[in-house]
């Protein structure tokens, strides 16, 4: 199988931890994303890599996050000092980077901050 | 600023039943891109289809409608003769030339069908 992936699908952990995802995109494909959705709601954008350029971080990404594709292959999105308004279901996405821009998900990684 | 309305939390119809799911859309761009995912109960999102903003032609594929209307600003999505396997949450997402690659999605439909 080719498609996007991620670990860990489920995490749990205590307020103030810090927690670090991967994502592994569709081979070949040089823009990455990541999304949050919380329940009952639509995915929200949360920042976006060409290659291993951070190109564009929405206000949601606030100071206690950060991700980095370091050799333009992979993501990883840490979260320091973990709360509970992080809990939430983190998506990672990529596409090919042309004109048809169209975005695939990973099965994403589900936080629960206790 | 760019939105996406998916006024239908939730419809429950009979397996067999022909449901539309709908999607407005607020943008000022001229050049913009529309899609649907299908997110079932395992939590991947599953894309559908993608539309450009210069492409009304309406697409079918199987089961599967879509109506585009810059008219209206809708972009809606029609099941036909709907089995329980379409039972999923329906996202529809918009992205505009100006923001970037950034997806814009809808609140979401939640979809059951009953046997």
């Known amino acids: 199988d080719t498609g996007v992936s991620q670990n860990p699908r489920h995490k749990i952990t205590k307020r103030g931890q810090n927690v670090t995802f991967r994502c592994d995109p569709i081979?070949?494909?040089?823009?990455l994303y990541w999304y949050r959705q919380t329940l009952g709601q639509g995915p929200e954008f949360l920042t976006y890599?060409?290659?291993?350029?951070?190109?564009?971080k929405s206000r949601l990404l606030s100071d206690r996050f950060s991700a980095e594709r370091p050799k333009g292959s992979f993501s990883t999105l840490e979260i320091q000092r973990t709360e509970q308004g992080d809990s939430a279901m983190y998506l990672c996405?990529?596409?090919?980077?042309?004109?048809?821009?169209?975005?695939?998900f990973g099965p994403g990684t589900r936080l629960l901050v206790l | 600023a760019q939105k996406v309305t998916q006024a239908q939390t939730e419809i429950s119809v009979v397996e067999k039943e022909d449901v539309t799911l709908d999607c407005v859309y607020e943008?000022?761009?001229?050049?913009?891109?529309l899609f649907w995912y299908k997110q079932p109960p395992s939590g991947e999102l599953v894309f559908l289809i993608r539309r450009n903003s210069f492409d009304e032609q309406n697409e079918i594929s199987g089961r599967y409608s879509w109506n585009f209307q810059k008219s209206t600003s809708s972009f809606n999505f029609t099941i036909t003769a709907s089995q329980v396997v379409d039972s999923a949450v329906y996202f529809c997402a918009l992205r505009q030339e100006t923001s970037g690659s950034r997806l814009t999605f809808g609140e979401g439909t939640q979809l059951t069908v009953n046997p």
């Open positions: 943008t000022r761009d001229t050049t913009y891109y």
């Open positions: 996405a990529s596409s090919p980077g042309t004109s048809l821009e169209t975005q695939y």
């Open positions: 890599f060409q290659n291993e350029a951070q190109l564009e």
């Open positions: 081979s070949e494909h040089n823009r």
